[in-house]
């Protein structure tokens, strides 16, 4: 798809963040340092643009990145708005695959994931305010896109309740269990509004774990 150097060629989307909120847009096309993509919605500015790094070696950022509206179009049977990025105008960054702070669940936390109509389980690794890991023995491929619900319960009472559109970012078999290690990033989408770990909620929560963990003895 893409032949920008930097770039993953298999790379599908692009992830635009506006004002917190995170979108995955269609990559069209890529070539001499200009990369085309669609929107659903029409956007002036946006904070932050993410693509995958070629062999999957990290992720490309562009910070508050220089992009032009270009037309409407239908891409793919959907009405949107064709944007162009010139990489040549805008500077960038590769950064590991996922940068925020991610948090161990040191117990079983099922994830219900959906596709087109076709559900499955996995288990839950650890999770951040942008994305999650978990682990399935079954192969997820790249790039497709999911809908995903978990719950995390913090007491008797009380539940983190998590739901999300996701793209899976990865996928690599663990060598010992044969299980695959996925990666999921939330998206954004105008039919599914999102229920994500915001700060605020994961920083209670890393404290509620942290509260679980045995306690030296003097």
Not at 152 to 169: G, L, M, R, Y
Not at 178 to 200: A, D, W
Request: charge should be neutral; charged fraction near 20%.
């Amino acid at each position: 798809m893409s032949e920008v150097s930097f770039i993953d060629p298999e790379a599908l989307y692009v992830f635009v963040m506006i004002k917190n909120h995170r979108y995955a847009c269609p990559i069209v096309h890529a070539k001499d340092n200009l990369l085309y993509f669609t929107h659903t919605q029409k956007f002036v500015q946006a904070d932050r643009i993410s693509v995958r790094a070629h062999q999957q070696k990290g992720i490309v950022i562009f910070d508050t990145p220089d992009v032009i509206a270009l037309t409407k179009i239908n891409y793919k049977g959907e009405e949107c708005f064709l944007y162009v990025l010139d990489i040549n105008d805008n500077s960038f960054e590769v950064t590991d695959r996922r940068q925020q702070p991610r948090l161990s669940l040191p117990f079983h936390v099922p994830a219900l994931l959906n596709h087109y109509g076709e559900p499955m389980v996995a288990r839950i690794i650890d999770v951040s305010t942008t994305g999650v890991k978990m682990q399935s023995p079954l192969f997820l491929q790249p790039q497709s896109s999911y809908h995903l619900e978990f719950v995390i319960p913090t007491s008797a009472q009380t539940k983190i309740k998590i739901k999300s559109d996701a793209i899976i970012t990865y996928c690599e078999q663990d060598s010992i269990s044969r299980h695959y290690n996925i990666g999921l990033c939330f998206v954004e989408s105008p039919q599914n509004p999102n229920t994500l770990l915001n700060e605020k909620t994961f920083c209670t929560l890393k404290d509620w774990i942290v509260g679980l963990a045995p306690k030296a003895s003097s």
